[in-house]
C-alpha cells in the first residue's frame, strides 16, 4: 500500500479527532509568525493580531490571551524589546539580535518539518504561503480548503458506507493529484 493510500486511511480514521481540535495552534506556530511579523518593521500586539488575520486571509486571528503572553516570554527572555510608547500610546515590539537568531532557529525548524513530516493541517493551510502576499494566494487556498472538506466529507461517508471501490477511487485520485503538483515543484525547482 502507498504511503498516499495510508495516509489517507488514517485521515479518516482521525475525521472525529481533527473536527473536535481543529483550534489547536502547534506549539511554536504563534512565535513562528510574531517573529516573521517584526522583521518587517516594530507593531504592537493589536497590530500583530491584526498582521496574522490579513496574511491568513481571515482565517484566524490570534487572541490576545495567545499573543500578549508570548510577547512577555520573549520580552522577558530578550528576543524583542520594548520601544518607547509613541502619541497613540501604543507599545511596540522589535527584534534582538537574539530574536533574529530564534527566528533563523524556527525557520530551520520549519523547513525541516515541510521536508519530513509533509503534511500540515487543514485549519493552518492557509499559513503555508505565509510568505507570499494574501491576494495572490486567495484561488490556492480555497482550491485547498475545498480538497480537504471534500477529504473530510468522503471520510465521513465511508464510516457510515465503507467502500472498497470508493476508497480505492479517492486514492487514485489523490495520487494523480500529488504527481501532478510534484511535478509542477520540480519544474519550478530546476527553471532559472
Known amino acids: ?14 475525521r472525529r479527532h481533527w473536527i473536535r481540535h481543529t483550534a489547536v495552534v502547534p506549539k511554536g506556530f504563534i512565535r513562528y509568525h510574531v517573529l516573521e511579523i517584526l522583521t518587517e518593521k516594530p507593531k504592537s500586539g493589536s497590530e500583530i493580531m491584526d498582521e496574522i488575520e490579513r496574511k491568513t486571509n481571515g482565517l484566524w486571528k490570534p487572541s490576545p490571551g495567545s499573543i500578549y503572553p508570548l510577547l512577555s516570554w520573549l520580552l522577558d527572555n530578550n528576543y524583542v524589546k520594548e520601544l518607547p510608547t509613541d502619541e497613540s500610546g501604543l507599545k511596540r515590539y522589535q527584534l534582538t539580535e537574539k530574536g ?6 524556527q525557520r530551520k525548524i520549519r523547513q525541516e518539518f515541510r521536508r519530513d513530516a509533509k503534511f500540515f493541517p487543514p485549519p ?8 507570499i502576499p494574501p491576494e ?18 468522503l471520510g465521513g461517508t465511508l464510516e457510515q458506507k465503507f467502500s472498497e471501490e470508493a476508497l480505492e477511487q479517492a486514492c487514485e485520485v489523490l495520487n494523480e493529484a500529488a504527481q501532478k503538483i510534484e511535478d509542477i515543484n520540480k519544474k519550478l525547482a530546476t527553471s532559472s
Not at 124 to 131: D, N, Y
Not at 136 to 153: G, M, Q, S
Open 1 to 14: 500500500m502507498s504511503m498516499l493510500i495510508s495516509m489517507v486511511i488514517y485521515m479518516f480514521e482521525r
Open 100 to 105: 533574529v537568531n530564534l527566528l533563523e532557529e
Open 124 to 131: 493552518f493551510l492557509g499559513a503555508l504561503w505565509f510568505k
Open 136 to 153: 495572490k494566494t486567495v484561488r490556492v487556498r480555497e482550491t485547498v480548503r475545498r480538497l480537504f472538506t471534500a477529504i473530510f466529507d
